[in-house]
């Protein structure tokens, strides 16, 4: 299975290049990129940026139509991919867990997508994909559809519960995914806590 994460945002709630903003001294992306490498043989960043991402020992690609959104990332990560699956995360998401990464990995056989079901939220960019949805992906974007929601109502959905992420990730922190500077101010501070105690 591939590690995909995308990084293709405009960054602008944040008003900087959220990937390289530092927690505890290392780099957003190196916490994203650090978990997945021990959970994923092979990592492909999708970004619009390549030339930053050059030193992160990944297969960094570009996406393929000129639209943003998610959907086309994940597209994108899908048709650089060999594997038949791959986990998709994005690149704000500082304290992935590798043990519920691994468990999430295990359910995929027989799924097109596998993805947390929070008290009824869906977490998108925190999930398992199939190789072979890239012809209906590609068909939603080309007909300006870019809710990912809309693209599940055709697939074969495996929810992870609440209870099953809380087996390996009680507090949840696996989808905190930091969108403004308030975020990144208090993830930043929270974590320098916990290196203290």
Do not use: W
Not at 18 to 25: R, S
Not at 64 to 71: T, Y
Not at 176 to 190: G, M, R, V
């Amino acid at each position: 299975m591939t590690g995909i994460v995308l990084s293709g945002g405009e960054n602008s709630r944040m008003g900087t290049d959220k990937a390289f903003l530092k927690i505890a001294g290392t780099t957003m992306i190196e916490r994203v990129l650090r978990p997945m490498r021990s959970v994923f043989q092979h990592i492909i960043i999708v970004t619009n940026a390549p030339h930053l991402y050059a030193g992160c020992g990944a297969t960094v690609v570009t996406d393929v139509f000129a639209k943003r959104g998610p959907l086309n990332g994940i597209y994108t990560g899908l048709l650089r991919s060999t594997d038949e699956y791959n986990f998709v995360v994005a690149c704000d998401m500082p304290f992935l867990n590798p043990s519920l990464m691994a468990y999430m990995t295990g359910l995929a056989e027989g799924f097109d997508v596998v993805v947390p079901s929070i008290n009824g939220l869906l977490e998108p960019l925190h999930a398992v994909y199939r190789k072979g949805l890239v012809t209906i992906i590609e068909q939603q974007i080309r007909q300006e559809k870019q809710q990912i929601r809309e693209l599940y109502r055709m697939l074969r959905v495996r929810h992870v519960t609440a209870q099953e992420v809380d087996r390996f990730d009680p507090e949840r922190k696996s989808f905190k995914n930091l969108n403004t500077q308030s975020d990144y101010e208090e993830a930043a501070c929270a974590d320098s806590v916990h290196e203290r105690l």
